[in-house]
C-alpha cells in the first residue's frame, strides 16, 4: 500500500462526547496502515476550518473529517470544487451523509475499515450544493455548500429547536423537537422559483435534496441520488395537525412521496423567497430566506462506495 498524506479533522464532541474515542481509533488505524497524518483538533468548528484551510494548502491526499454532519460540512466547504477528496469517519448524532453514502455509520470499526480500503482506490465523484445567500449578521452575499440537504420549512424549524437543546443526547433530540414545534404548527407562505418556473404556495414543508435523508434517517428526498446532476425538492401542502402526524412516520421509509398532498420536483436550480422561513445546509444555519440553490455536478470528491 502507498502510504498518503492525510489531514485528519476530529471533532471531539461529535453526538455530545459519545465519540470522543472514534477519533484515536481512526489515527492509530491510519498510522498503523503507514499514513502520514496532520491531525486537527480545536475547540470550535471555526477554528478548526481556519486549521483545515492551512493543513490543505500542503496540497494532502485526503482531508479526513470524524464526526457528525456538521463536519462533512465543514470538510465539504473546505474541498467543494478542488481536486481534494474527502474521507468520512461518522461518530455524530444523525450521520445522514454517511448513511446515504453506505458508509457504516454505527460500526466505527467497519466504517475504518471501509476508509483503509477506500484510500487503496480512487475516490468517487458526486455533486454538490451551492447556496447563494445575504449574510443575516454581515449583510454580505455569502455562499455555503452542502452535499445532503436544504431545509427551509417544518424541518428547519425543528432543527432551530434540536439546536437548542442539550437533552436527551441523541437523535431523539430530533423527535422531541418535533413534537414540541407541532403544538405551533401551521402552514409559511412561499414564492418558488424551480428552473425559472414561479410556484407561489403555503407549504409546511420545503426540502432540497442532494442527498436522501436529514434528522437522522428521515427520508424526505427517498429518490435523490448524489451524482445525478439534479436536486429533489420536496414540497408538501397545508396539513393539520393530525394529517401531519399521520403522515410523518411515513418519512423514515421514504413512502411519504406517495400522498397526493406532497409533490416532488427535480431542478438544477431553486429560489426560496419567504418572509418568515429560515434555512438551513447540511444541518448547519443559514439564516433568513431568500436564498439561491444550484446544483454543482462533480463538485465533490469523496472515497465512498460507488
Known amino acids: 500500500?502507498?502510504?498518503?498524506?492525510?489531514?485528519?479533522?476530529?471533532?471531539?464532541?461529535?453526538?455530545?462526547?459519545?465519540?470522543?474515542?472514534?477519533?484515536?481509533?481512526?489515527?492509530?488505524?491510519?498510522?498503523?496502515?503507514?499514513?502520514?497524518?496532520?491531525?486537527?483538533?480545536?475547540?470550535?468548528?471555526?477554528?478548526?476550518?481556519?486549521?483545515?484551510?492551512?493543513?490543505?494548502?500542503?496540497?494532502?491526499?485526503?482531508?479526513?473529517?470524524?464526526?457528525?454532519?456538521?463536519?462533512?460540512?465543514?470538510?465539504?466547504?473546505?474541498?467543494?470544487?478542488?481536486?481534494?477528496?474527502?474521507?468520512?469517519?461518522?461518530?455524530?448524532?444523525?450521520?445522514?451523509?454517511?448513511?446515504?453514502?453506505?458508509?457504516?455509520?454505527?460500526?466505527?470499526?467497519?466504517?475504518?475499515?471501509?476508509?483503509?480500503?477506500?484510500?487503496?482506490?480512487?475516490?468517487?465523484?458526486?455533486?454538490?450544493?451551492r447556496v447563494s445567500f445575504i449574510d443575516d449578521k454581515s449583510s454580505r452575499a455569502s455562499t455555503r455548500w452542502f452535499a445532503g440537504t436544504v431545509s427551509a420549512g417544518f424541518d428547519a424549524v425543528v432543527n432551530e429547536r434540536a439546536n437548542r437543546m442539550r437533552h436527551p443526547k441523541g437523535a431523539s433530540r430530533y423527535t422531541i423537537a418535533i413534537g414540541l414545534e407541532l403544538l405551533r404548527l401551521k402552514p409559511i407562505p412561499y414564492r418558488l422559483v424551480v428552473d425559472g418556473e414561479v410556484l407561489e404556495t403555503k407549504a409546511m414543508l420545503v426540502s432540497v435534496g442532494n442527498n436522501v435523508s436529514l434528522g437522522g434517517g428521515m427520508k424526505v428526498t427517498p429518490a435523490a441520488k448524489v451524482d445525478d446532476g439534479e436536486l429533489d425538492i420536496l414540497v408538501v401542502q397545508p396539513l393539520s395537525r393530525i394529517a401531519f402526524l399521520r403522515i410523518f412516520p411515513r418519512v423514515f421509509k421514504g413512502t411519504h412521496v406517495s400522498d397526493p398532498r406532497v409533490a416532488i420536483y427535480r431542478a438544477r436550480e431553486i429560489r426560496i423567497e419567504s418572509d418568515v422561513a429560515v434555512v438551513y445546509a447540511d444541518g448547519e444555519r443559514i439564516g433568513p430566506a431568500p436564498v439561491d440553490v444550484t446544483v454543482v455536478p462533480g463538485a465533490l470528491r469523496i472515497f465512498a462506495p460507488a
Request: charged share 15%; proline share 7%.
Open 1 to 129: 500500500m502507498k502510504p498518503l498524506r492525510l489531514v485528519v479533522a476530529i471533532n471531539p464532541t461529535a453526538s455530545f462526547g459519545k465519540g470522543k474515542n472514534v477519533g484515536p481509533a481512526v489515527v492509530q488505524a491510519l498510522r498503523a496502515l503507514g499514513h502520514d497524518l496532520t491531525v486537527l483538533q480545536e475547540p470550535d468548528f471555526e477554528q478548526l476550518a481556519a486549521a483545515g484551510r492551512t493543513a490543505l494548502a500542503a496540497r494532502p491526499d485526503a482531508f479526513i473529517v470524524v464526526g457528525g454532519d456538521g463536519m462533512v460540512s465543514l470538510g465539504v466547504n473546505l474541498l467543494a470544487t478542488t481536486e481534494i477528496p474527502l474521507g468520512i469517519v461518522p461518530s455524530g448524532t444523525g450521520n445522514d451523509m454517511a448513511r446515504g453514502l453506505g458508509i457504516p455509520h454505527e460500526n466505527t470499526e467497519a466504517a475504518i475499515g471501509m476508509l483503509a480500503e477506500l484510500l487503496q482506490g480512487a475516490p468517487r465523484t458526486i455533486d454538490a450544493g
